[in-house]
């Protein structure tokens, strides 16, 4: 199995709970927080963890959030690599309303990295096994442009190190223009800004756009979330698109890293198009099973995966 290290440059601490209702001014009665990581890279390592594999999650932890993050992490036993900060790690807050179900995400900004903190990162990464895959996982806080992603990502190929990239906007973009990929997953909007077309308004265009991608060199795969539709997966010479199974949603958060890790866990396994996807969609809902800002539990996935096994899912050529 190829060795799997995230990298996860904007982590978090963060608490959930509960309170009645949401409204101003007045003292909302919460009951008591959980507190869990937080954090794109993060959580691919937990879910990967969680579905009975192993990943190094290495990311910047600083002051008592970043010590408590640290030692959450240990306790799920996922294997760390940290730089220590000057700023502290960021704490997020995820609060669910009992009376109307809603739930709200109070996402803090990433601590911001001075340019010593993210060089000793970027010597952690090119320190990790010749032949590894790399997760690089969420948005870039402050202090780190998208060029110093772009030369990170031009020094990975030459320790043969394969790399994911999951974020959005700017870095996403910035990390397409490199090229050289392994697997990028973004979402309809994500893909509509990279191509410069409303495939929002042209289902039959997101196809197309995805393998452009593919196309172009820049990434071997391109998984496109679809939400309720499921995702859309392009290879060099297959695409498939995967419906995920019918199942009541309680929350969301989670899903897109879940899905993630699952699929990079199949990649450091040499499965195939289908294979890297159907696991993928049967973690992203098997975390919407949850409450919260917990991830896929390996007994959900396991019964979602071989649900959608049982689909006749065709495997199309290009």
């Not at 309170?19 to 954090?39: F, I």
């Not at 730089?83 to 990433?110: C, D, L, S």
């Not at 590894?132 to 060029?147: A, D, F, N, Q, R």
């Not at 294979?275 to 979602?304: E, F, H």
């Amino acid at each position: 199995m190829t060795p799997i290290f995230t990298l996860t440059l904007a982590p978090s601490l963060d608490s959930s709970t509960t309170t009645a209702k949401l409204y101003p001014d007045g003292k909302l009665r919460c009951s008591e927080p959980v507190y869990e990581p937080g954090g794109g890279g993060i959580n691919v390592a937990r879910a990967i963890a969680h579905l009975g594999g192993e990943a190094n999650a290495i990311f910047p932890a600083g002051g008592p959030t970043g010590q408590h993050l640290a030692e959450l992490l240990e306790q799920e036993q996922v294997a760390i690599q940290t730089v220590t900060t000057q700023a502290w790690t960021r704490q997020n807050m995820h609060v669910h309303t009992e009376i109307t179900g809603e739930q709200y995400r109070f996402v803090m900004p990433g601590a911001k990295l001075t340019p010593q903190e993210f060089d000793r990162l970027r010597e952690c990464v090119l320190g990790i096994p010749e032949g590894s895959i790399l997760v690089i996982s969420g948005s870039l806080p402050e202090g780190v442009t998208t060029e110093e992603l772009q030369i990170l990502l031009r020094q990975a190929p030459n320790k043969h190190i394969q790399c994911v990239l999951d974020s959005s906007g700017r870095a996403l973009m910035a990390g397409l223009e490199v090229g050289n990929l392994l697997l990028v997953k973004p979402n309809q909007k994500e893909l509509s800004e990279l191509s410069g077309k409303d495939l929002l308004a042209e289902p039959s265009a997101v196809l197309e756009a995805a393998q452009s991608i593919v196309a172009a060199g820049k990434s071997k795969y391109v998984v496109v979330s679809l939400g309720a539709q499921g995702a859309l997966a392009v290879g060099q010479y297959h695409w498939v698109q995967v419906v995920p199974p019918p199942v009541k949603m309680k929350s969301t958060v989670g899903a897109g890293d879940s899905m993630v890790g699952a699929m990079v866990l199949k990649l450091s396994q040499q499965a195939d198009l289908l294979d890297i996807v159907r696991y993928g969609v049967a973690a992203g809902s098997a975390a919407t099973l949850n409450k919260g800002t917990r991830l896929c539990q390996q007994n959900d996935v396991n019964a979602l995966y071989g649900y959608l096994c049982q689909q006749q899912t065709p495997l199309n050529d290009l």
